[in-house]
């Protein structure tokens, strides 16, 4: 797992089409913005069922929401 520190106003760009802005920190609370094409799927790791969770994992599969849910408190997601 790639874990980056990032300041507000910083981004993370995932492939050519996806790009994740850090928006507020308040107190363990992060607020990100992302933006990607409308056919990415992002979705809170919370919200994930079993059964997609295990699609997720397979081998080859980047699950960035899942990967932000584990390392970021997420309050909002913004698309």
Do not use: F, Y
Not at 13 to 29: A, E, K, L, Q, Y
Not at 63 to 77: C, D, F, N, Q, R
């Amino acid at each position: 797992m790639l874990i980056l520190s990032r300041k507000i106003g910083e981004t993370i760009h995932v492939g050519d089409n996806v790009t994740i802005v850090i928006n507020r920190i308040s107190g363990n609370r992060v607020t990100v913005g992302i933006e990607a094409p409308n056919q990415v799927r992002i979705l809170r790791g919370e919200v994930l069922d079993p059964e997609e969770a295990q699609e997720a994992e397979e081998p080859g599969c980047l699950s960035t929401h899942k990967m932000l849910s584990e390392t970021l408190p997420i309050s909002a997601v913004a698309r």
